[in-house]
């Protein structure tokens, strides 16, 4: 029986076409067991185009797994089955799949996934369409929105794609924390736009449209009717579809991981310790700028929060001003819950100091949620007079 070293040098020895790789395998190669018998590990020689195994001087084609096939809907496309193709393949099981577009039920029976088309939703399978009649699945309870094929690859993918990111394990709780986050400030509104569900409970016609919103702008990227069509051109024009909506998801979970998780937490700390700035507890300092108002209204929830908040003090980075804002109804609502004074509005400067009766004032909004000032010791002042006051006065 001959070791793995006498086997690798007998490779070395044989002919071989030029700049091969060598790995090791920890199978036993057929070709090999004449040699090596029983033996675990033996060396292999791999072409350089990964396409060949070169053994004892013989050619062996590599019998390498093909990726996974997973199918949608040809024909027009939507953000909904772009996006949860995209995010498919960021999965390990469905890493670099192949997508097919059609509507032949005996291909789609045949491949490992299909999205958003052949009426059944049924994730064992992997059967992943929400057309279907009787359909209502949400995220989970408390959410009302119903899920697009994006929605449903989320809800079974979405805890996997998003503790890859953070490089924690799927039970941490910031894993579930992003993953609610990302959904309600990324995906829910793809959902809801699939399913045609109105953004408010009103039969009153928009005053504006909005046609730049992540659906539209996928839906443009479908050909014109006065292109040439081809099955070819469909599928190129889906793959930027998938790109598109893709590298948004993508930012939106970078976002989320990198930026708005370690805000999270400044916020938290500013909440807890904000009876040490005002013993009202109505008044927040946030010791170094992050994006709160998307914290805020959770947070207070989650820790009972009574009375509310409401003003935020902060320094601005570019100014060096202290700015003092009114804290939202909601996260987006203009409506603040208690806007700054009305005899301050629109006034700055000298004046304003004058009728606030605070030095260095700034300037304060037409509209009363924001102000500023040039020390901290002013903006607090002007946040405690502005709490005493009627806002209308």
């Known amino acids: 029986m001959f070791s793995p070293a006498i086997a690798f040098r007998f490779l070395l020895k044989s002919s071989l076409p030029p700049s091969p790789r060598i790995r090791f395998s920890n199978n036993r190669h057929p070709c090999l067991y004449p040699l090596v018998g029983l033996c675990h590990t033996v060396a292999v020689l791999e072409s350089m185009d990964g396409t060949q195994e070169l053994v004892a001087g013989g050619v062996v084609p590599l019998k390498r797994k093909s990726p996974p096939k997973v199918g949608t809907h040809n024909g027009t496309f939507h953000c909904d089955e772009a996006l949860a193709c995209f995010m498919l393949r960021m999965t390990e099981q469905f890493s670099n799949a192949e997508i097919i577009r059609t509507r032949d039920s005996k291909i789609l029976n045949s491949l490992d996934a299909v999205l958003d088309v052949g009426g059944v939703y049924d994730a064992d399978r992997f059967k992943f369409d929400h057309h279907q009649r009787g359909f209502d699945c949400t995220l989970r309870n408390g959410y009302k929105i119903k899920l697009s094929s994006a929605g449903l690859i989320y809800k079974h993918f979405g805890h996997e794609i998003i503790a890859k990111e953070l490089g924690l394990d799927l039970s941490h709780s910031d ?219």
């Open 175 to 393: 894993v579930e924390r992003v993953y609610l986050a990302v959904y309600r400030n990324f995906l829910e509104a793809i959902d809801a736009v699939d399913n045609g569900i109105n953004q408010y409970d009103t039969d009153k016609q928009p005053r504006y449209t909005i046609n730049t919103n992540l659906s539209a702008r996928v839906g443009r990227l479908n050909l014109d009717w006065m292109e040439e069509r081809s099955p070819e051109r469909e599928d190129e024009a889906f793959n930027c579809a998938m790109e598109l909506a893709g590298r948004e998801f993508q930012d939106a979970v970078h976002y989320h991981a990198r930026s708005w998780l370690p805000a999270r937490e400044i916020v938290v700390d500013c909440i807890t310790r904000r009876k040490e700035v005002d013993p009202s507890e109505e008044i927040m300092h946030l010791k170094r700028y992050v994006p709160w108002k998307e914290h805020i209204f959770e947070i207070e929830e989650e820790l009972k929060v009574e009375p509310s908040i409401k003003y935020m003090l902060y320094q601005d980075g570019s100014s060096q001003q202290w700015r003092i804002q009114a804290v939202a109804t909601g996260f987006a609502s203009f409506q603040s819950r208690k806007p700054l004074p009305a005899a301050w509005r629109g006034l700055t400067g000298a004046q304003l100091s004058t009728v606030v009766g605070i030095e260095g004032c700034i300037f304060v909004h037409s509209t009363g949620f924001i102000g500023a000032n040039a020390s901290f010791e002013g903006v607090l002042e002007m946040a405690r007079k502005a709490l005493k006051s009627d806002p209308d006065e």
